[in-house]
């Protein structure tokens, strides 16, 4: 049975798996809302690899699972996420970034030659992760592009240091924020224009960068060429795409994008950043990656052979605070073994992990869960918020041995 | 980015066109309201927007979406065409009360 038949009995209220075991459907993670099933298909941006489609127009594209067995994303296989349907080819020559805001004494513009020249370059290796992945598995279901595991990636990234840059500009005490315009627009002059800020501590922080590579290459065009913003830790929201005006600002930015959008309410997660200036009484602007693992290796449905070792593989990550453990379970929650954890690329990395288990026959409900370096871990049920942001539920992965 | 839209635009065709011929092949609902929603939806995003958010909202979550597209996004929709919309949504994309 493949996953997609396999979710949609699940949508249907009864799960058939393993061509066995009929089980209701609280037993088991929410799907995908069927209309997202029935759209999907796999698609080849001009440049990449074949991805889920999500949607055309503006392009929102997920990577399929099974990439993810690499710590390091490939570039044409990274996830694209656009919210606005016009996105120039921006030619990396006349390409130029301006750099003011009223809390910058000396704003200037950048050519990309300048940005690469003027200041000391540096890499890291970080995840880019969309705020809604996995929306689509919202219990329940809301509005919105609809994700399941794949809206992530991770890269290393070249660039320059953010703080760099605005020090050059003069930025005063004042800054309160540092805003971030793309080159991307709405079909309607009437759109709220993509406009994202960050706090003013944030951006001084010495791994936020305008990068203008990943993995060693230019950054392909869905993924922002020529640079982008890069804010190791925090969600893909704040990684302005084709940057053309990074502006420090002495008032909170007050756009849709900002005001409205992106926003958790107060007082649900436990995140350690918080974002004061944008706060209000009842939400506050998400910020950090919650921390999360994901099974690479097996899919649900999966039959296997009983006796024989089963390598379970996957990958954990959090918002840099670093992967303490990761814990594996083979009997659906009820007992939990510890995996065995791979190299290190760094903080704000995907880090590898592997168990291995010998199946006796019957069905298995593998699940993983990573803890962080603050001891938080992933949770049990989603916890509700209207845009189905922080996802981190236990994967529940039935295999079937015999 | 708004000053450079002008500018671009011919650009950003070039660029959308990948995605945009293939937008042909989604295929909504038929009924007598398709042609007022390709005309008013689809200039600013593809249909598959809706295809994907259902089927999961009632009535008034189909109302706010659309209204929002209006209010928010800009989107130049007359009453009549929005309360045809919304008729539209709920029966094929959305679910009974």
């Known amino acids: 049975m493949d996953r997609r038949s396999f979710v949609r009995g699940v949508a249907g209220g009864m799960a058939l798996a393993g061509g066995q075991l009929l089980l209701p459907r609280s037993l088991l993670a929410a799907g995908l809302p069927s209309g997202a099933l029935e759209s999907e298909e796999l698609y080849a941006l001009a440049g990449k690899q074949p991805l889920i489609k999500r949607s055309f127009r503006p392009p929102n594209f997920e990577t399929p699972v099974a990439h993810f067995s690499d710590v390091i994303t490939p570039n044409d296989r990274f996830f694209v996420r656009w919210h606005l349907a016009s996105i120039p080819q921006l030619d990396p020559r006349e390409w130029r970034l301006s750099i003011g805001g009223d809390a910058a004494t000396q704003p200037f513009d950048l050519t990309l030659e300048q940005l690469k020249r003027d200041f000391e370059q540096v890499e890291l290796v970080a995840v880019c992760q969309c705020s809604g992945n996995r929306r689509g598995l919202s219990d329940p279901h809301v509005f919105g592009v609809q994700w399941a595991y794949g809206a992530m990636g991770n890269a290393r990234w070249k660039g320059v240091r953010l703080k760099d840059v605005l020090a050059k500009a003069g930025v005063s005490k004042d800054a309160v924020e540092v805003e971030f315009n793309g080159a991307d627009s709405g079909a309607l002059e009437a759109t709220p224009d993509f406009v994202k800020s960050i706090p003013a501590w944030k951006a001084m922080d010495e791994n936020t960068l305008i990068a203008w590579e990943m993995n060693g290459e230019p950054l392909p065009h869905w993924n922002g060429a020529p640079a982008r913003i890069v804010v190791p830790g925090w969600t893909a929201t704040y990684w302005m795409k084709q940057v053309v005006s990074i502006r420090a600002i002495v008032k909170p930015a007050a756009g849709f994008w900002m005001a409205k959008a992106y926003r958790v309410p107060k007082g649900k997660f436990s995140t350690v950043d918080r974002f004061t200036s944008q706060e209000t009484a009842e939400n506050t602007p998400i910020t950090e990656i919650v921390v999360n693992s994901l099974i690479t290796n097996v899919s649900d449905g999966q039959r296997v052979k009983a006796g024989a070792p089963l390598v379970v593989k996957g990958i954990a990550w959090d918002a840099g605070f670093g992967i303490r453990s990761v814990d594996v379970s083979v009997d659906g929650g009820r007992s939990w073994q510890s995996a065995e954890l791979g190299a290190d690329p760094g903080r704000f990395s995907f880090r590898p992990w592997q168990y291995v288990f010998k199946p006796s026959p019957g069905r298995h409900v593998v699940s993983a869960r990573a803890t962080n370096g603050l001891g938080a871990s992933q949770t049990d049920q989603f916890i509700f918020n209207p845009a189905g942001y922080n996802n981190n539920v236990l994967q529940r992965i039935g295999v079937e041995a015999a | ?97």
């Open chain 2, 1 to 97: 980015m708004k000053a450079t839209q002008a500018l671009l635009a011919s650009a950003a065709l070039l660029a959308c066109t990948g995605a945009l011929a293939d937008e042909t092949r989604i295929r909504m609902a038929d009924a007598p309201e398709t042609p007022t929603l390709i005309a008013n939806c689809s200039g600013c995003h593809s249909l598959d927007y809706i295809q994907m958010n259902s089927r999961f909202v009632k009535r008034a979550g189909w109302e706010a979406e659309v209204k929002k597209m209006v209010s928010v996004m800009g989107a130049p929709v007359s009453e009549a065409d929005a309360a045809k919309l919304v008729d539209y949504l709920t029966r094929e994309y959305g679910v009974a009360e």
